[in-house]
């Protein structure tokens, strides 16, 4: 089964898109996140895993660009073919930063982002979906899980090594830590 096959049920069983009044409502200088995305049938596959965009623009039928808050954690993943195969898996777990935020500059994503997991691979790719589903079967919304987890599931990917689960008691831990800052 092919990415793009997995790809469709999610993309058809979000929420409806969100209203322009958080967007309203901001000082115009809050700077926001633009990623593009694209579907073009049995060629690319550019789209949001999960993420809550604060607005989601239709450019034309193949291409759509996500507007994010600064902060917001989300995940792209592409998924490229050519006419004898896939050609390119790859997933990334990314947060929206600040201009005084570090960041990384990656085509498709203005300005940056801070890349939490970087992924490439069938495998790898697979692997790390496996682990969103897990979260989502524990009724966390992966958006909010903590973004340590992120990395250390990107290195662990990158050495090789088991995967960590994420638990319910981490995500408790995480979010008595976050409100103490």
């Known amino acids: 089964m092919t990415l793009t096959a997995q790809a469709q049920p999610h993309e058809s069983t979000t929420a409806p898109p969100p209203s322009p009044q958080p967007l309203a409502a901001l000082d115009s200088r809050v700077p926001l ?3 593009s995305l694209a579907y073009l049938a049995q060629r690319i596959n550019l789209y949001l895993r999960f993420g809550h965009p604060a607005r989601t623009v239709q450019l034309d039928r193949w291409r759509r660009c996500a507007v994010f808050l600064p902060a917001a954690i989300f995940c792209r993943i592409r998924w490229e073919s050519n006419d004898y195969a896939t050609v390119r898996w790859q997933l990334m777990v990314l947060q929206a930063c600040t201009p005084l935020d570090a960041m990384q500059r990656i085509p498709g994503i203005r300005p940056g982002a801070r ?5 490439e691979g069938e495998q790898k790719v697979r692997a790390v979906l ?3 589903d897990a979260i989502e ?4 919304d992966p958006a909010e899980v903590s973004p340590a987890y992120w990395r250390t599931l990107g290195n662990r990917l990158a050495a090789r090594l088991p995967l960590p689960d994420y638990t319910r008691e ?5 979010l008595a830590g976050r409100n103490l800052q």
């Open 115 to 119: 890349i939490l997991l970087h992924t």
């Open 137 to 140: 079967a524990l009724g966390i």
């Open 130 to 132: 496996a682990q969103i």
């Open 170 to 174: 981490r995500h408790a831990a995480f």
């Open 33 to 35: 996140t633009r990623v």
